[in-house]
Antibody, heavy 123, light 107 residues
Framework: EVQLLESGGDLIQPGGSLRLSCAAS????????MSWVRQAPGKGLEWVSS????????YYADSVKGRFTISRDNFKHTLYLQMLSLRAEDTAVYYC????????????????WGQGTWVPVSA | EIVVTQSPATLSVSPGERATLSCRAS??????LAWYQQKPGRAPRLLIY???SRAAGIPARFSGSGTGTEFTLTISSLQSEDFAVYYC?????????FGGGTKVEIK
């Protein structure tokens, strides 16, 4: 059974840093591109970042470029999102999500999602 | 950036009726469009991708159509579990973008 379990969400002050993790199981992690998608309270979905299965290709939304870094450890079957210089507008539930098909570049629909981790940015 | 616009924002439908949701892209996304369902407090669930392919385990009452810039999600006969928010997403080019959602509520 495919499972994605996010962790690391916490109350953080503006300007602070946080690292989110997403532990994957039930599939060959290294063969799938992975992504982070966030959802602000009462709002819609916003794509944040994607990474290839090997980790050598990454993409970012303009709203987080230069502040967030996506990475992965294929030995630990874990996806990460390092977030720096956090702003109030980064407040959201952060989901990790798996691309639909293995061995493809990032940029497919997301067929499995984690339960999300809550990141409130507030003084 | 491709802007994705969904309409209507809210759709009131009676159980058993047909629901038709629209999604428009600001430029052609070919057939690279997906639909998701989200219930309160839950993660989104993939319904339709590639314009009309149903994801694993999705009932046949869900169907998608369209290509280019105009897309439609149809739920042929609404069941109680179908009342939720629906999002479309283009994956034709970066950045990936979602529509603002359509809430399907009980009439």
């Amino acid at each position: 059974e495919v499972q994605l379990l996010e962790s690391g969400g916490d109350l953080i002050q503006p300007g602070g840093s946080l690292r989110l993790s997403c532990a994957a199981s039930g599939f060959v992690f290294s063969t799938y591109a992975m992504s982070w998608v966030r959802q602000a309270p009462g709002k819609g979905l916003e794509w944040v970042s994607s990474i290839s299965g090997s980790g050598d290709t990454t993409y970012y939304a303009d709203s987080v470029k230069g502040r967030f870094t996506i990475s992965r450890d294929n030995f630990k079957h874990t996806l990460y999102l390092q977030m720096l210089s956090l702003r109030a507008e980064d407040t959201a539930v952060y989901y990790c999500a798996r691309d639909l098909q293995p061995s493809r570049p990032p940029g497919l629909p997301f067929d499995y999602w984690g339960q999300g981790t809550w990141v409130p940015v507030s003084a | 950036e491709i802007v994705v616009t969904q309409s209507p924002a809210t759709l009131s439908v009676s159980p058993g009726e047909r629901a038709t949701l629209s999604c428009r892209a600001s430029q052609s996304v070919s057939s690279n469009l997906a639909w998701y369902q989200q219930k309160p407090g839950r993660a989104p669930r993939l319904l339709i991708y590639g314009e009309s392919s149903r994801a694993a385990g999705i009932p046949a009452r869900f169907s998608g159509s369209g290509t280019g810039t105009e897309f439609t999600l149809t739920i042929s006969s609404l069941q109680s579990e179908d009342f939720a928010v629906y999002y479309c997403q283009q994956y034709n080019s970066w950045p990936l973008t979602f529509g603002g959602g359509t809430k399907v509520e009980i009439k």
